[in-house]
C-alpha cells in the first residue's frame, strides 16, 4: 500500500510569491491534516479535511488555505510568502474520523523563501 | 486548550543503555496521548498511543510509555536502545472530543553514542 505522497519535496521561492503543496493521502484515508514544523515553533496544526470540509483550522493568518479534492488529495496554499514562511509542511491522512486515529505522514514539501 | 511540554531538547546514551523521554501536558478536557518519531528526512511515524484503559502503552520497537493521570505525564521508556534509535521524538495530545488535531512538543532529540 503506498503511503502519503507529497510534491513537491523542495521548493524555493521569493517573498510576495504565493505556492501550492499537494498531499495524496493513502487509498481509503478520508482524513487529511496539514502541519507546518519549524525549528523554533516546532510542529503546528494547520488544518483538517474530511470529505472535502474543513473540520478544524489552526491559529494561522488567511494567508494560509487549502481544500481537500472528491478523491481525499488535498492541497495547500500560501499566498505573499514571507521569509517566516520557510518551514516543513507535512501532510498527515487518517482511516478514522475521530480523534483518536493514527495519522500516517508524508515525507513532506521543504519550502524555502528567499 | 492543550499544551505539552518535553522536558528535554536532547538525550544522549550509550548503546544498550536505557532511556527515558519525559512528556508532560496540560489540558482543561481529557485527552488522548501520543508519541511519534521522526528519523532524518523524513515524515513522522506513530511509536504508541494511550486511548484509554491501561496505563502502561506499549509500542514498536520496543518502546513503552505510562500514562499518570495525577502528574499530567506520558514518559517514553526504552529498556536498551539501539544506534537505530537515533531520531527526534515528538510527545503530542489531542481533544476527545471533535476533529483531529494533534497538538505537539517541542520534541526531544535521542543520540544514542557506541
Known amino acids: 500500500k503506498a503511503g502519503v505522497t507529497q510534491t513537491p519535496r523542495y521548493l524555493i521561492k521569493t517573498r510576495g510569491q504565493q505556492v501550492t503543496l499537494s498531499c495524496s493521502p493513502i487509498s481509503g484515508h478520508r482524513s487529511v491534516s496539514w502541519y507546518q514544523q519549524t525549528p523554533g515553533q516546532g510542529l503546528q496544526f494547520l488544518f483538517e479535511y474530511f470529505s472535502e470540509t474543513q473540520r478544524n483550522k489552526g491559529n494561522f493568518p488567511g494567508r494560509f488555505s487549502g481544500r481537500q479534492f472528491s478523491n481525499s488529495r488535498s492541497e495547500m496554499n500560501v499566498s505573499t510568502l514571507e521569509l517566516g514562511d520557510s518551514a516543513l509542511y507535512l501532510c498527515?491522512?487518517?482511516?478514522?474520523?475521530?480523534?483518536?486515529?493514527?495519522?500516517?505522514f508524508g515525507e513532506g514539501s521543504r519550502l524555502t523563501v528567499l | 486548550a492543550q499544551s505539552v511540554t518535553q522536558l528535554d531538547s536532547q538525550v544522549p546514551v550509550f548503546e544498550e543503555a536505557p532511556v527515558e523521554l519525559r512528556c508532560n501536558y496540560s489540558s482543561s478536557v481529557s485527552v488522548y496521548l501520543f508519541w511519534y518519531v521522526q528519523y532524518p528526512n523524513q515524515g513522522l511515524q506513530l511509536l504508541l498511543k494511550?486511548?484509554?484503559?491501561?496505563?502502561l502503552v506499549k509500542g514498536i520497537n520496543g518502546f513503552e510509555a505510562e500514562f499518570n493521570k495525577s502528574q499530567t505525564s506520558f514518559h517514553l521508556r526504552k529498556p536498551s536502545v539501539h544506534i537505530s534509535d537515533t531520531a527526534e521524538y515528538f510527545c503530542a495530545v489531542s481533544s476527545l472530543q471533535g476533529a483531529q488535531k494533534l497538538v505537539f512538543g517541542q520534541g526531544t532529540r535521542l543520540t544514542i553514542n557506541p
Open positions: 494511550y486511548l484509554s484503559g491501561s496505563t
Open positions: 498527515a491522512s487518517s482511516s478514522v474520523r475521530g480523534a483518536d486515529g493514527e495519522l500516517f
